[in-house]
């Protein structure tokens, strides 16, 4: 049978084309030529081609130095908030009771720093951390700890890190926490009776069938982290000197602080594909660890037996009627 | 392996204070013996498996005591017991493979690394496991890895007793025929107590050589296929058991007669002690009543229809409002839609509130 060719058919699909041209394609295209023109302002652009580019990845220019720290800066800060925010979530997790009304308000006090908007987030450890009148900051200095984030390095860097463990370890509790709830009762019985330590049922039963869940909240909090402004701004300013500015932060110093359009497009083109990449290489590991199981479970017939054998539930012998 | 005994064993999931009817297991007191084949039979809801979780202790009693051997083990967890159990789902480790999950109680109990693989060896050879040792346990199908959670409960050499929760739920029927045949070799080949929960009559009376049978909480008869079939201890008994179930009646019954209606059935027995008060009614199985052409001194009772199985005819048949089933000979039919019934009076019991009164000689 031959195809109607009815070329009208392209029209229904203009308003989505439109829409995304906009809302994308228009925006990102025109940082794309930023990032390869240099301006004085006045709206004057001069063509620079990949030279943005070259000097973003070469160390030894200002730009380069400067893109390469920062990234450093933020590849480790989240490295050190998943290391300790993901097996924090589990042992969270962990200790959650399983019913009851305890259930609603532990959920309710996990669920309470995720709503809190992240400038505030800020603001709260900015002045919760302050020597003068901060409690924390106060009451660590007046039992003897030197401790200042606006002055000391290591000061503002545990502070920024406590300050995201507190904000999102919930995320990760909550994830850990639904992917508990669904194993059914009978593996830890099937274990209890297998005579399996605390230890062994965490690792056989607790830990694998949570992993699908741990996969996505290592993914959403190294994208996360690796993103974050707002809260590190507020509190630290990037500071001291330069010692916990990340690379938004850094962007936001070359785009509106020096107004350097061309260096910042070029960096937030970068920036913007390191974090597509690090998406990707998270989705195919999610979808091929579900993937590759079930295409081993199809091309082995399982066992000489009927591959049909599945979960079919066998009709109950049925109950008789006017039993005395 | 040992002798597990119930001493005025309860449980209560609301409390010992709750009142007695909503128990979910009424007190009893019986004893399992080492190497049987049991059978815990019952309709959905009627408590078996709370019974067996109470033996393998996931669910500690509200009353009574549980011995092994006659040493009082209730207040002692699941680990403590000594007890293999298998679920009714699959349950296997995700991450290990066959071999592994085969391997998992005895090296949790910290058994030498040789004898874990010998014993591992043997179970997989007795249940056809061999192939698959190095596998991942994931990719198996349901009944492959039901002989892996067996396997678990098996493994250990030292089991007082292998309970089943209706294992073979998830099991295709054919695969079922075949995975009971192996639990009954293995039960002959390991002289294991075993306990198996189901609601199926057939798998019960196959599997077990003591078939108990438990209805709302209770533990109403328990014997051999032979003397559930023969001598109902509880109405109830006698309608689950067989198919069709028992023909229970209202009837009067004086000395050695039975009179419904107005008329007088034959008893083998003399029921002279009746307790007074009480709800009275005769059960006989359909295969000990004949449906026949319709002859004075015989009850008259009205055809709905006649069932025929291939080997048997049963007449499904109505006296008042009491529907009955009974055994209908070759070649008999009905003119006027109506028969008489022949009762062999050595299969005709008497039940008072639904208990078996036995008669005197």
Same mark, same amino acid.
């Given at each position: 049978?031959?195809?109607?060719?009815?070329?009208?058919?392209?029209?229904?699909?203009?308003?989505?084309?439109?829409?995304?041209?906009?809302?994308?394609?228009?925006?990102?295209?025109?940082?794309?030529?930023?990032?390869?023109?240099?301006?004085?302002?006045?709206?004057?652009?001069?063509?620079?081609?990949?030279?943005?580019?070259?000097?973003?990845?070469?160390?030894?220019?200002?730009?380069?130095?400067?893109?390469?720290?920062?990234?450093?800066?933020?590849?480790?800060?989240?490295?050190?908030?998943?290391?300790?925010?993901?097996?924090?979530?589990?042992?969270?997790?962990?200790?959650?009771?399983?019913?009851?009304?305890?259930?609603?308000?532990?959920?309710?006090?996990?669920?309470?720093?995720?709503?809190?908007?992240?400038?505030?987030?800020?603001?709260?450890?900015?002045?919760?951390?302050?020597?003068?009148?901060?409690?924390?900051?106060?009451?660590?200095?007046?039992?003897?700890?030197?401790?200042?984030?606006?002055?000391?390095?290591?000061?503002?860097?545990?502070?920024?890190?406590?300050?995201?463990?507190?904000?999102?370890?919930?995320?990760?509790?909550?994830?850990?926490?639904?992917?508990?709830?669904?194993?059914?009762?009978?593996?830890?019985?099937?274990?209890?009776?297998?005579?399996?330590?605390?230890?062994?049922?965490?690792?056989?039963?607790?830990?694998?069938?949570?992993?699908?869940?741990?996969?996505?909240?290592?993914?959403?909090?190294?994208?996360?982290?690796?993103?974050?402004?707002?809260?590190?701004?507020?509190?630290?300013?990037?500071?001291?000197?330069?010692?916990?500015?990340?690379?938004?932060?850094?962007?936001?110093?070359?785009?509106?602080?020096?107004?350097?359009?061309?260096?910042?497009?070029?960096?937030?083109?970068?920036?913007?594909?390191?974090?597509?990449?690090?998406?990707?290489?998270?989705?195919?590991?999610?979808?091929?660890?579900?993937?590759?199981?079930?295409?081993?479970?199809?091309?082995?017939?399982?066992?000489?037996?009927?591959?049909?054998?599945?979960?079919?539930?066998?009709?109950?012998?049925?109950?008789?009627?006017?039993?005395? | 392996?040992?002798?597990?005994?119930?001493?005025?064993?309860?449980?209560?999931?609301?409390?010992?204070?709750?009142?007695?009817?909503?128990?979910?297991?009424?007190?009893?007191?019986?004893?399992?013996?080492?190497?049987?084949?049991?059978?815990?039979?019952?309709?959905?809801?009627?408590?078996?498996?709370?019974?067996?979780?109470?033996?393998?202790?996931?669910?500690?009693?509200?009353?009574?005591?549980?011995?092994?051997?006659?040493?009082?083990?209730?207040?002692?967890?699941?680990?403590?017991?000594?007890?293999?159990?298998?679920?009714?789902?699959?349950?296997?480790?995700?991450?290990?493979?066959?071999?592994?999950?085969?391997?998992?109680?005895?090296?949790?109990?910290?058994?030498?690394?040789?004898?874990?693989?010998?014993?591992?060896?043997?179970?997989? +050879?007795?249940?056809?496991?061999?192939?698959? &040792? *190095? #596998?991942?346990?994931?990719? %198996?199908? /349901?009944? @492959? =890895?039901?002989? $892996?959670?067996?396997?678990?409960?098996?493994?250990?050499?030292?089991?007082?007793?292998?309970?089943?929760?209706?294992?073979?739920?998830?099991?295709?029927?054919?695969?079922?025929?075949?995975?009971?045949?192996?639990?009954?070799?293995?039960?002959?080949?390991?002289?294991?107590?075993?306990?198996?929960?189901?609601?199926?009559?057939?798998?019960?009376?196959?599997?077990?050589?003591?078939?108990?049978?438990?209805?709302?909480?209770?533990?109403?008869?328990?014997?051999?296929?032979?003397?559930?079939?023969?001598?109902?201890?509880?109405?109830?008994?006698?309608?689950?058991?067989?198919?069709?179930?028992?023909?229970?009646?209202?009837?009067?019954?004086?000395?050695?007669?039975? +009179?419904?209606?107005?008329?007088?059935?034959? &008893? *083998? #027995?003399?029921?002279?002690? %009746?307790? /007074?008060? @009480? =709800?009275?009614? $005769?059960?006989?199985?359909?295969?000990?009543?004949?449906?026949?052409?319709?002859?004075?001194?015989?009850?008259?009772?009205?055809?709905?229809?006649?069932?025929?199985?291939?080997?048997?005819?049963?007449?499904?048949?109505?006296?008042?409002?009491?529907?009955?089933?009974?055994?209908?000979?070759?070649?008999?039919?009905?003119?006027?839609?109506?028969?008489?019934?022949?009762?062999?009076?050595?299969?005709?019991?008497?039940?008072?509130?639904?208990?078996?009164?036995?008669?005197?000689?």
């Amino acid at each position: 049978m031959d195809k109607t060719v009815n070329q009208k058919a392209w029209f229904l699909v203009a308003p989505v084309f439109l829409v995304v041209a906009f809302s994308a394609v228009l925006p990102l295209m025109t940082v794309v030529n930023y990032s390869m023109q240099d301006t004085f302002g006045n709206n004057q652009f001069f063509w620079n081609g990949v030279g943005w580019f070259k000097e973003l990845l070469d160390p030894s220019t200002d730009l380069g130095g400067r893109f390469l720290a920062s990234l450093g800066r933020n590849l480790f800060f989240s490295l050190v908030i998943l290391a300790i925010e993901v097996p924090l979530g589990i042992v969270v997790a962990l200790s959650m009771p399983r019913q009851g009304w305890t259930v609603a308000a532990c959920l309710v006090i996990l669920a309470l720093p995720l709503l809190i908007p992240w400038n505030v987030v800020g603001t709260i450890w900015q002045i919760f951390g302050r020597p003068d009148i901060g409690l924390l900051g106060y009451v660590l200095n007046a039992i003897g700890i030197d401790y200042n984030y606006v002055s000391n390095d290591i000061d503002a860097w545990v502070t920024v890190i406590v300050m995201d463990v507190w904000h999102w370890t919930s995320l990760v509790a909550l994830l850990c926490y639904a992917g508990l709830k669904s194993i059914p009762e009978a593996y830890y019985q099937a274990a209890q009776i297998d005579g399996a330590s605390r230890w062994a049922v965490f690792k056989a039963i607790q830990l694998p069938k949570m992993n699908r869940v741990l996969l996505i909240a290592v993914l959403l909090r190294f994208m996360d982290s690796f993103m974050i402004y707002t809260e590190p701004f507020v509190v630290t300013g990037g500071g001291p000197g330069n010692s916990t500015t990340f690379v938004s932060i850094e962007l936001v110093k070359i785009a509106l602080g020096q107004f350097d359009l061309g260096k910042a497009a070029a960096l937030s083109l970068v920036y913007n594909l390191i974090i597509l990449i690090v998406c990707w290489i998270f989705y195919t590991v999610m979808t091929n660890a579900g993937v590759e199981r079930k295409v081993q479970a199809e091309s082995e017939p399982a066992l000489d037996f009927k591959a049909s054998a599945g979960l079919k539930p066998v009709p109950a012998l049925k109950p008789k009627e006017g039993v005395a | 392996m040992a002798r597990i005994d119930l001493v005025d064993l309860a449980h209560s999931y609301g409390g010992n204070d709750a009142p007695q009817d909503s128990f979910a297991l009424k007190p009893v007191t019986m004893t399992w013996r080492q190497g049987g084949a049991y059978a815990l039979l019952g309709p959905s809801g009627c408590g078996k498996t709370t019974l067996l979780n109470v033996i393998s202790g996931i669910i500690t009693p509200s009353r009574g005591r549980i011995l092994f051997d006659g040493d009082d083990i209730t207040p002692l967890s699941t680990q403590k017991r000594n007890i293999a159990q298998v679920f009714q789902f699959p349950v296997i480790y995700d991450t290990m493979t066959v071999g592994q999950n085969l391997a998992f109680p005895l090296k949790n109990r910290g058994v030498p690394r040789a004898e874990i693989d010998k014993r591992v060896a043997e179970i997989g +050879r007795l249940l056809d496991l061999e192939p698959y &040792l *190095n #596998r991942k346990a994931t990719r %198996l199908t /349901a009944d @492959a =890895k039901q002989k $892996i959670s067996l396997g678990r409960g098996l493994v250990r050499s030292d089991v007082a007793a292998v309970l089943f929760d209706e294992p073979l739920t998830v099991i295709d029927p054919e695969l079922k025929w075949q995975l009971r045949s192996k639990l009954k070799a293995l039960h002959r080949e390991l002289d294991l107590t075993m306990i198996y929960v189901t609601h199926d009559q057939t798998e019960a009376l196959t599997f077990a050589d003591t078939v108990v049978v438990m209805h709302d909480g209770r533990v109403v008869q328990s014997g051999t296929p032979a003397e559930l079939f023969d001598k109902p201890a509880h109405t109830f008994v006698g309608y689950f058991i067989g198919s069709p179930g028992m023909n229970i009646l209202p009837a009067e019954v004086r000395g050695r007669e039975a +009179r419904i209606g107005g008329h007088v059935i034959a &008893l *083998n #027995r003399s029921y002279d002690s %009746l307790p /007074a008060g @009480a =709800k009275i009614e $005769i059960g006989v199985r359909p295969e000990f009543v004949d449906a026949v052409t319709p002859a004075p001194g015989l009850l008259t009772a009205k055809i709905d229809r006649i069932d025929d199985l291939g080997r048997i005819r049963f007449a499904r048949v109505r006296v008042g409002d009491a529907k009955l089933a009974a055994r209908s000979p070759a070649g008999f039919t009905s003119s006027d839609g109506t028969a008489g019934l022949k009762f062999d009076p050595s299969h005709v019991h008497v039940y008072a509130d639904s208990l078996l009164v036995e008669g005197a000689a």
